[in-house]
């Protein structure tokens, strides 16, 4: 039956035929109006929530929060925990675009920024709490801003790294093809940026995106229940709401706590990864064995005239913008020679060029006066440390870093041959990822208590035990990472491999192990720093109004925040840094190089 051609032009989509005998025939196909509807008012929804956290964040500064454990409260405790997640989120990708990309690009920067970031990924959350958290609320002292940016900062230290190190990995294993056909074809660095780099790094990064956002869950209950001797700094949110229902023992809001956390994983992997996956398929270097992954939510998207407006406008800003630049700061440069992708040379980009080599330079300064005093003070905090206490430090770094390797090993036996297949089948996907996402997700710490239960009944201790809360919380990055390894393995070699007739061992060892190995070697780093970042909450655990302990680096370095003994914290936040860094230097490195130049695609 034919369409009344009286529908709303806004409301049609145009579509060619593609038959022999008609080749010129259009069909209309009416847009669902209520997608449009429905994005509509999650846009409005969207404006209104940040609205008003905003009112509240700048508001004078609240008191002592008092959680209110009944269900009725939960909804606004997980409104404020999804805005903190999102904020640090944001924060995240764009540290991990610019840092990882200068890393990459900048050979001289890479040897200092790598280091330092091998340092900031082993810095436990605790770590950075005390300075951060004094140096926000000075700054803000009559609002709850500083507060608030200190419990999105600590989300963003939980979420980031492992996100920048898939990044400059990427880039750093594009193959030399691609890039001498960009240099062949004119791309400018910017062009080169956004059409190859970035969506050669799309799918590590998708998937290191939801393990990271999943690492900043992890540390939920700190980031919003922090005290620092004395001083209660907590945040109404849902990691509050649970340490206080566990500290209560109260059986009911522990479990209101955990339904609604896997109900907010849910929504989020629905709404946001499945169609952030799919939409990442595209960028696919090679074909891939496995079949595309789908997305509804990603389909019905695509069906809406609001987005495809915004993205009309988008583009038209950016068509204006470059068109005025081309055509009033440099008329020289035409339309057609800008579409050629020349760039103009002259005094404009010497004088641009000098600018920013003085604003390198003079920050290059300010930096190095900040981390001469940062040092100095530093030196004369850990100078209080005692000969004992080092000891005990030294003690605990050991156990520390055997339950680290006991945990990389114990979950390499799993995460890899799971995430192999997840990679390779995407129907095997469909029914894993949701499961995976809600465990990888949920903060491990919420179900301490239930884990000890367990640890209690087979006569475990925690000495041994806390090995299984480590993995709780590192082993999702090398699930992940291999999971974006697999799914690069092009169709051509996995045909070769059942033309040769290859064994099953056979196919492992030549094929799908040296294919994710350097995504691999990104998702054990993270993991790494994931379980010594870990250790703080399972070494030295709250529960039932008492606390458990393990002899470790992370209980030295809880015990030391919450007894306000800062010389020890820092000590320890030393030592672990200085260990991290120097496995990195001496193992995780000399690993890379034989990745990236052997197995890089």
Request: hydrophobic share 50%; charged share 15%.
């Amino acid at each position: 039956m034919a369409i009344s051609t009286k529908i709303p032009e806004e409301n049609l989509v145009t579509l060619p035929d593609t038959s022999q005998t008609q080749p010129t025939s259009q069909f209309l196909i009416r847009r669902p109006i209520w997608i449009d509807l429905a994005v509509f008012l999650f846009i409005g929804a969207l404006v209104f929530l940040l609205i008003n956290a905003a009112h509240s964040i700048t508001a004078p500064r609240r008191g002592q929060v008092v959680i209110d454990l009944s269900i009725h409260s939960l909804p606004k405790y997980v409104g404020w925990s999804l805005f903190r997640g999102f904020a640090a989120y944001c924060l995240s990708l764009v540290f991990t675009l610019v840092y990882g990309y200068i890393a990459a690009k900048n050979r001289r920067a890479e040897k200092i920024m790598i280091p330092i970031l091998d340092i900031l990924q082993s810095i436990p959350v605790l770590g950075f709490m005390p300075s951060v958290l004094l140096a926000l609320i000075a700054l803000f002292p009559d609002s709850n801003l500083g507060l608030e940016l200190t419990a999105i900062i600590m989300i963003f230290t939980g979420q980031v790294w492992n996100m920048t190190f898939s990044f400059y990995h990427s880039l750093r294993t594009i193959p030399q093809e691609l890039c001498e056909a960009a240099k062949i074809y004119g791309f400018g660095w910017w062009r080169t940026f956004w059409k190859l780099e970035l969506p050669f790094a799309a799918i590590p990064l998708v998937w290191n995106s939801i393990i990271g956002v999943a690492g900043g869950w992890f540390f939920l209950t700190i980031c919003e229940t922090f005290k620092l001797g004395e001083n209660d700094f907590r945040l109404p949110g849902i990691g509050s709401y649970m340490w206080e229902a566990i500290e209560k023992n109260d059986t009911s809001a522990m479990i209101y706590g955990i339904t609604a956390m896997i109900i907010l994983i849910l929504l989020i992997d629905q709404l946001v990864w499945r169609p952030l996956i799919a939409w990442s398929q595209k960028f696919q270097y090679q074909e891939s064995a496995a079949e595309s992954s789908s997305s509804i939510i990603l389909d019905l998207l695509k069906q809406s005239a609001i987005l495809e407006f915004m993205g009309k406008a988008a583009k038209n800003v950016k068509n204006t913008t470059e068109d005025i630049f081309f055509t009033k700061i440099h008329p020289a440069v035409t339309k057609k020679e800008h579409q050629t992708h020349t760039r103009p040379v002259g005094y404009f980009r010497q004088i641009l060029g000098l600018l920013f080599r003085l604003a390198g330079s003079l920050l290059m300064i300010a930096l190095g006066i900040a981390v001469l005093i940062a040092i100095s003070r530093l030196v004369a905090l850990i100078s209080n440390v005692n000969v004992s206490q080092w000891l005990h430090i030294s003690v605990g770094a050991s156990l520390t870093l055997t339950r680290v390797v006991a945990t990389l090993i114990l979950a390499s036996l799993w995460t890899i041959p799971l995430g192999v297949i997840i990679g390779l089948k995407p129907r095997v996907s469909r029914v894993m990822q949701p499961i995976i996402l809600i465990l990888a997700s949920f903060p491990a710490p919420m179900i301490y208590p239930l884990i000890l239960k367990v640890l209690n009944h087979f006569h475990i201790s925690l000495e041994y035990g806390s090995i299984v809360l480590l993995a709780l919380g590192s082993q999702w990055y090398i699930l992940f990472n291999s999971v974006a390894g697999a799914s690069k393995i092009s169709d051509e070699l996995n045909q070769v491999t059942k033309i040769y007739r290859f064994s099953h061992i056979r196919r492992w060892a030549k094929l799908y192990l040296p294919a994710v190995f350097p995504s691999l070697i990104t998702g054990w780093i993270a993991a790494a720093g994931g379980a010594w970042n870990a250790s703080i909450v399972a070494e030295y655990i709250h529960t039932g109004g008492k606390v458990l302990s393990a002899t470790g680096l992370g209980a030295i370095i809880s015990m030391a925040t919450e007894q306000k003994q800062l010389h020890l914290l820092a000590a320890s936040v030393i030592v672990m840094a200085m260990m991290v860094v120097i496995i990195n230097r001496i193992f995780w490195e000399p690993i890379f190089k034989v990745a990236s130049d052997k197995f890089s695609a």
